[in-house]
């Protein structure tokens, strides 16, 4: 029997008072990687803290926070300061998680602030910004007061800066009354609250000060506090946003409201000095970092002051001897409340697991717009949910005495500092090319010493060979067009110069349709693009252990076709058009009884499913396209709208071609997963979800209310084990036995699978820290091959061996699987890439019944990063519901 058009997601969630409440649900970072409490980029989840949204509530966020994305735009700073609206005071939360360590509710910001803005005209506030549970996002600028003449002064020098570096070089005016801006932020992870409370002493204390020091900083500089970038983790004691993705890993995805404020805030101060406060590390740690580190710095511009700043906040929290802080041994890598005159800072003290390799921390985002920065972690961690109030005002004291050391250092060194942001922004609109840092490198750099000798050729910066554009072509070269229109929409978002090429151009070979989208590497924050566009290194043999990720190309896993063409020396690739936002080519074709459309990209599979969603009569052809008939010309129309189709005439052989295809009809989702399952198929468009876990099932299996019921597809992405002979064990084999299929990720989805009968073989599992881009092969014939990808993603690998009867490959890594990220073996090396060479990355099945089975080694549905792997997780979707 042809079973309702639903897909179950089988969730590994347990609904209970609106909670998410499963562990394992939430175990997205491999075991071995750096323990929860392990300062601000840990792996830790909070799935049992009050406040966590519902299964619903993710979907509804998800889709709101994709639709909403493309019309997120720059900050609009004032015209003058002080700018001192009255701000919304927020009702308090009974049961705010801040009660339990004495630091400051979110409730109480807004009034404190209208407060001192009452009292102050040294105090501005901006809301710049949502939470995703819709928590006002504070930027407090702290400056003297400036007309609106002085202001759009202000203004005009930041812009020089950036776009006319060398004009900005000579400006003596410039260097003489640019209020040179310092950024402070606070609380992206929720539960480390005392950067918050120690931006708020300070604020306070600045807005009073008649201290000459203070006076003459306010007078030459801007002070930006960004006082929680988590109100909502803040409130309830959860390390991640309410969308239970951790907005530190976040910064080059931007799927969190949280993320986008923090990229648009970047854009728009140009800091020259950036510190993000975290928590917490046993000793107070201040970066920077120790190897390997980020390719695209101009590393010498931004190390010797980074360096510095550090050695003079240690210097000062010694000095100050904070009743109860700790303090770093260096002759053990230990703390101690003994004063030994150290705290930590990793470029010293910790010679891997602690990097600035990969930009989707707020610190090293940040830098890549010109500023040095640094994360800071506080020391005295948390006992039970929150820290005690006792260690909350030790840390905080040691926040406030860190931020007032940092103020002064910039105020010390602005103009040292200012000259180098101005040279970071020059070599970039220059294109000049860009070689490692090496000791001989740095030899001659003014500054600090101390560092020097720490190069280290084979650990540290690796060179760069810096394109002189990237090309993502229009037309039959282009993978997706919709994937493509989304990545140019993100490259716009962080800042980065797109253009299009006004003729069609050639370059080498390759001839480039007008129209083509082009990023010129030869654009101020050239640092930037080149660490989203580029495909990265193979960093493997360089260190023991990577602090997270270790590659996240957009070229290469956002599912578009993205060309790297030519030397950043050779001359302009043609005449190219700025762009300030990406064209919309959505046509609905008229007098065309039947229309068709690609569906290669993420937003081409939202639109399918909301064309099944409106009931239209929809087919999938063989060769990757969909064909709408004529009662569903309306809601075609509403999809040019909504999501920028461009549909064609469908051909008198699409037609005929439809008698032999399967009518589509609505799918719906359950989860056994984490977040990123929940949320990417959620982007993905699909709404009608069921959460249903192995315990529901063996539950109701008697009574028929398992969440399986009408489904087709049951989607896995955590453990979904029902023991043998059980009755949930039978009743989900009847329902396969009926035509559910099953679909989803990792050897939880092998098991499922292979437990109900769908695929046979043998699975293996890749070093659980390795992660990076592999180099993959759609094999002909591959449910993939209508729009085969080069590239996907692993955290960790999987592979299959051993394929028996009826299971076939769909997928395999290449002969060298391994681009960019770091993943070797361990132990007797049959878990590194050359042990996954040519084996099958992802396997389907089929049973007699009609049910199907799609099982991915990679890892398409990874904190929703791989746009192009989650295109093709919603290709097997379909392909498996389409099997009864």
Same mark, same amino acid.
Request: aromatic share 8%.
């Given at each position: 029997?042809?079973?309702?058009?639903?897909?179950?997601?089988?969730?590994?969630?347990?609904?209970?008072?609106?909670?998410?409440?499963?562990?394992?649900?939430?175990?997205?970072?491999?075991? &071995?990687?750096?323990?929860?409490?392990?300062?601000?980029?840990?792996?830790?989840?909070?799935?049992?803290?009050?406040?966590?949204?519902?299964?619903?509530?993710?979907?509804?966020?998800?889709?709101?926070?994709?639709?909403?994305?493309?019309? !997120?735009?720059?900050?609009?700073?004032?015209?003058?300061?002080?700018?001192?609206?009255?701000?919304?005071?927020?009702?308090?939360?009974?049961?705010?998680?801040?009660? *339990?360590?004495?630091?400051?509710?979110?409730?109480?910001?807004?009034?404190?602030?209208?407060?001192?803005?009452?009292?102050?005209?040294?105090?501005?506030?901006?809301?710049?910004?949502?939470?995703?549970?819709?928590?006002?996002? @504070?930027?407090?600028?702290?400056?003297?007061?400036?007309?609106?003449?002085?202001?759009?002064?202000?203004?005009?020098?930041?812009?020089?800066?950036?776009?006319?570096?060398?004009?900005?070089?000579?400006?003596?005016?410039?260097? &003489?009354?640019?209020?040179?801006?310092?950024?402070?932020?606070?609380?992206?992870?929720? /539960?480390?609250?005392?950067?918050?409370?120690?931006?708020?002493?300070?604020?306070?204390?600045?807005?009073?000060?008649?201290?000459?020091?203070?006076?003459?900083?306010?007078?030459?500089?801007?002070?930006?506090?960004? *006082?929680?970038?988590?109100?909502?983790?803040?409130?309830?004691?959860?390390?991640?946003?309410?969308?239970?993705?951790?907005? =530190?890993?976040?910064?080059?995805?931007?799927?969190?409201?949280?993320?986008?404020?923090?990229?648009?805030?970047?854009?728009?101060?140009?800091?020259?000095?950036?510190?993000?406060?975290?928590?917490?590390?046993?000793?107070?740690?201040?970066?920077?970092?120790?190897?390997?580190?980020?390719?695209?710095?101009?590393?010498?511009?931004?190390?010797?002051?980074?360096?510095?700043?550090?050695?003079?906040?240690?210097?000062?929290?010694?000095?100050?001897?904070?009743?109860?802080?700790?303090?770093? =041994?260096?002759?053990?890598?230990?703390?101690?409340?003994? /004063?030994?005159?150290?705290?930590?800072?990793?470029?010293? !003290?910790?010679?891997?697991?602690?990097?600035?390799?990969?930009?989707?921390?707020?610190?090293?985002?940040?830098?890549?717009?010109?500023?040095?920065? #640094?994360?800071?972690?506080?020391?005295?961690?948390?006992?039970?949910?929150?820290?005690?109030?006792?260690?909350?005002? $030790?840390?905080?004291?040691?926040?406030?005495?860190?931020?007032?050391?940092?103020?002064?250092?910039?105020?010390?060194?602005?103009?040292?500092?200012? #000259?180098?942001?101005?040279?970071?922004?020059?070599?970039?609109?220059?294109?000049?090319?860009?070689?490692?840092?090496?000791?001989?490198?740095?030899?001659?750099?003014?500054?600090?010493?101390?560092?020097?000798?720490?190069?280290?050729?084979?650990?540290?910066?690796?060179?760069?060979?810096?394109?002189? #554009?990237?090309?993502?072509?229009?037309? &039959?070269?282009?993978?997706?067009?919709?994937?493509?229109?989304?990545?140019?929409?993100?490259?716009?978002?962080?800042?980065?110069?797109?253009?299009?090429?006004?003729?069609?151009?050639?370059?080498?070979?390759?001839?480039?349709?007008?129209?083509?989208?082009?990023?010129?590497?030869?654009?101020?924050?050239?640092?930037?693009?080149?660490?989203?566009?580029?495909?990265?290194?193979? $960093?493997?043999?360089?260190?023991?252990?990577?602090? !997270?990720?270790?590659?996240?190309?957009?070229?290469?896993?956002?599912?578009?076709?993205?060309?790297?063409?030519?030397?950043?020396?050779?001359?302009?690739?043609?005449?190219?058009?700025?762009?300030?936002?990406?064209?919309?080519?959505?046509?609905?074709?008229?007098?065309?009884?039947?229309?068709?459309?690609?569906?290669?990209?993420?937003?081409?599979?939202?639109?399918?499913?909301?064309?099944?969603?409106?009931?239209?009569?929809?087919?999938?052809? &063989?060769?990757?396209?969909?064909?709408?008939?004529?009662?569903?010309?309306?809601?075609?129309?509403?999809?040019?709208?909504?999501?920028?189709?461009?549909?064609?005439?469908?051909?008198?052989?699409?037609?005929?071609?439809?008698?032999?295809?399967?009518?589509?009809?609505?799918?719906?989702?359950?989860?056994?997963?984490?977040?990123?399952?929940?949320?990417?198929?959620?982007?993905?468009?699909?709404?009608?979800?069921?959460?249903?876990?192995?315990?529901?099932?063996?539950?109701?299996?008697?009574?028929?209310?398992?969440?399986?019921?009408?489904?087709?597809?049951?989607?896995?992405?955590?453990?979904?084990?029902?023991? #043998?002979?059980?009755?949930?064990?039978?009743?989900?084999?009847?329902?396969?036995?009926?035509?559910?299929?099953?679909?989803?990720?990792?050897?939880?989805?092998?098991?499922?699978?292979?437990?109900?009968?769908?695929?046979?073989?043998?699975?293996?599992?890749?070093?659980?820290?390795?992660?990076? $881009?592999?180099?993959?092969?759609?094999?002909?014939?591959?449910?993939?091959?209508?729009?085969?990808?080069?590239?996907?993603?692993?955290?960790?690998?999987?592979?299959?061996? /051993?394929?028996?009867?009826?299971?076939?490959?769909?997928?395999? @890594?290449?002969?060298?699987? *391994?681009?960019?990220?770091?993943?070797?073996?361990?132990?007797?090396?049959?878990?590194?890439?050359?042990?996954?060479?040519?084996?099958?990355?992802?396997?389907?099945?089929?049973?007699?019944?009609?049910?199907?089975?799609?099982?991915?080694?990679?890892?398409?549905?990874?904190?929703?990063?791989?746009?192009?792997?989650?295109?093709?997780?919603?290709?097997?979707?379909?392909?498996?519901?389409?099997?009864?």
């Amino acid at each position: 029997m042809r079973l309702q058009r639903t897909i179950a997601v089988i969730a590994g969630f347990a609904i209970a008072a609106g909670s998410l409440t499963s562990g394992a649900a939430f175990a997205a970072t491999p075991p &071995d990687a750096p323990p929860a409490d392990a300062g601000g980029r840990g792996p830790e989840r909070d799935p049992d803290a009050p406040g966590t949204p519902s299964f619903s509530d993710l979907v509804k966020r998800a889709k709101t926070d994709r639709a909403a994305k493309a019309t !997120d735009g720059a900050i609009e700073m004032p015209a003058s300061y002080p700018f001192q609206p009255s701000l919304t005071v927020f009702p308090a939360d009974p049961n705010d998680a801040t009660q *339990l360590n004495d630091t400051i509710a979110f409730s109480e910001l807004a009034p404190r602030l209208n407060a001192l803005m009452g009292a102050s005209d040294r105090v501005s506030t901006q809301v710049v910004g949502q939470s995703t549970n819709g928590r006002d996002l @504070y930027l407090v600028t702290v400056t003297a007061p400036e007309k609106r003449g002085e202001t759009t002064q202000q203004t005009k020098w930041r812009e020089e800066i950036r776009n006319a570096p060398e004009k900005a070089a000579a400006d003596r005016q410039l260097a &003489d009354r640019y209020k040179t801006p310092i950024w402070i932020s606070s609380n992206i992870h929720g /539960n480390e609250w005392e950067g918050t409370d120690a931006a708020m002493q300070l604020i306070e204390d600045l807005a009073a000060s008649q201290d000459p020091a203070t006076v003459a900083m306010l007078e030459q500089h801007r002070l930006y506090f960004s *006082l929680t970038l988590n109100p909502d983790g803040r409130t309830v004691a959860t390390r991640a946003t309410a969308l239970s993705l951790d907005g =530190n890993r976040d910064m080059v995805t931007l799927t969190t409201p949280e993320a986008r404020s923090f990229v648009a805030t970047a854009q728009a101060l140009q800091p020259l000095y950036a510190a993000d406060f975290h928590g917490y590390t046993s000793v107070l740690q201040v970066e920077p970092c120790g190897p390997p580190h980020g390719e695209n710095y101009e590393y010498d511009l931004f190390l010797p002051h980074g360096y510095a700043a550090a050695l003079q906040v240690e210097a000062d929290v010694v000095a100050a001897e904070i009743p109860g802080n700790r303090y770093y =041994n260096t002759a053990t890598g230990g703390t101690t409340t003994t /004063n030994t005159g150290n705290i930590k800072i990793p470029y010293r !003290d910790t010679p891997s697991g602690w990097d600035d390799y990969p930009p989707i921390f707020t610190a090293q985002y940040a830098a890549y717009n010109g500023a040095v920065t #640094a994360t800071v972690e506080l020391p005295l961690g948390r006992t039970g949910p929150t820290t005690t109030p006792a260690n909350a005002a $030790i840390n905080t004291a040691v926040a406030k005495t860190t931020m007032e050391s940092m103020l002064r250092y910039v105020a010390a060194n602005d103009a040292a500092m200012l #000259a180098d942001q101005i040279e970071v922004f020059r070599r970039g609109l220059a294109g000049e090319p860009k070689a490692a840092l090496t000791v001989d490198g740095v030899a001659a750099v003014a500054g600090p010493d101390q560092w020097k000798p720490l190069w280290d050729v084979v650990d540290d910066q690796d060179p760069v060979q810096l394109p002189r #554009a990237y090309v993502i072509p229009l037309g &039959d070269a282009q993978r997706s067009g919709s994937d493509a229109e989304a990545l140019v929409d993100a490259l716009l978002f962080h800042g980065i110069a797109v253009g299009r090429l006004a003729n069609d151009t050639t370059v080498g070979a390759v001839t480039y349709p007008a129209g083509s989208f082009v990023v010129d590497m030869h654009q101020p924050r050239r640092g930037l693009a080149n660490a989203l566009l580029d495909l990265g290194t193979d $960093i493997s043999a360089k260190v023991p252990s990577m602090y !997270d990720i270790s590659a996240w190309s957009l070229a290469y896993l956002w599912g578009a076709t993205v060309d790297k063409v030519g030397a950043t020396t050779d001359a302009p690739i043609g005449a190219v058009v700025p762009l300030h936002r990406v064209p919309q080519d959505g046509v609905l074709p008229k007098k065309a009884p039947y229309v068709a459309f690609d569906v290669a990209g993420v937003e081409d599979y939202r639109a399918l499913n909301a064309l099944l969603a409106a009931d239209a009569p929809v087919w999938l052809l &063989d060769d990757g396209r969909a064909v709408v008939g004529p009662e569903g010309l309306g809601a075609a129309a509403d999809a040019v709208v909504a999501y920028d189709i461009p549909f064609e005439a469908a051909s008198p052989g699409d037609v005929a071609a439809l008698d032999a295809a399967t009518e589509l009809e609505q799918l719906t989702i359950a989860v056994a997963g984490t977040q990123d399952d929940v949320l990417s198929l959620a982007e993905l468009g699909f709404t009608e979800v069921v959460p249903v876990t192995a315990a529901g099932v063996q539950a109701g299996a008697a009574t028929g209310t398992t969440g399986l019921e009408g489904a087709d597809v049951l989607w896995v992405g955590s453990s979904f084990s029902l023991a #043998a002979g059980s009755a949930g064990r039978t009743y989900v084999q009847q329902w396969v036995d009926a035509g559910g299929s099953i679909v989803g990720r990792t050897n939880q989805a092998y098991s499922a699978a292979s437990t109900y009968g769908l695929v046979s073989a043998s699975i293996v599992a890749g070093n659980n820290s390795g992660n990076g $881009i592999v180099d993959v092969d759609t094999p002909e014939g591959s449910l993939f091959s209508a729009h085969p990808q080069d590239a996907s993603f692993i955290y960790p690998a999987y592979w299959f061996t /051993n394929l028996g009867a009826g299971t076939a490959a769909e997928l395999r @890594y290449a002969a060298d699987p *391994l681009l960019a990220g770091h993943w070797r073996a361990s132990g007797a090396g049959t878990n590194g890439p050359a042990a996954a060479a040519g084996q099958a990355a992802v396997i389907s099945g089929e049973a007699a019944s009609g049910a199907r089975a799609v099982v991915f080694g990679t890892s398409p549905f990874f904190r929703t990063h791989p746009k192009g792997a989650m295109s093709q997780a919603a290709n097997a979707i379909f392909w498996a519901a389409d099997g009864d």
